[in-house]
């Protein structure tokens, strides 16, 4: 098995809780967007999310290690951008699309080492 290998073995349930952490706090935010800055359910259910993701942030950090981890809270960046143009009708740019793969392939690099 090859370091790659190990790592992800090793922080599996860390990087799963993770990946849902960002889910959450990206969803969150687009609720907090969608309630216009009003107190409506749009703004509390936005509130229950990322609350939830925090929640999930730091359970993950039982199963896994900080440098692990932590960095795949950006895959929320990636989410975002997936929201705003599917469900805010936001366009994307080529520089949007670059940007959202380096993201990718960092996380991916750096979630997948340990030493």
């Known amino acids: 098995m090859n370091l790659f290998q190990h790592s992800l073995s090793k922080n599996r349930w860390g990087i799963v809780l993770m990946l849902f952490a960002s889910l ?17 359910g749009y703004l509390v259910i936005g509130f229950l999310f990322y609350g939830a993701g925090a929640i999930l942030m730091i359970v993950a950090f039982r199963y896994g290690s900080l440098s ?18 599917f469900i805010l009708q936001e366009e ?7 940007g959202t793969l380096l993201i990718m392939v960092g996380a991916t690099l750096i979630g997948g080492g340990d030493h």
Do not use: E, F, M, R
């Open 92 to 98: 994307i740019t080529s520089l949007n699309i670059v």
């Open 68 to 85: 692990v981890l932590h960095p795949l809270l950006s895959i929320g960046y990636v989410i975002a951008v997936l929201l705003g143009v």
């Open 24 to 40: 959450c706090t990206a969803i969150g935010q687009l609720l907090w967007k969608l309630s216009n800055a009003d107190l409506n």
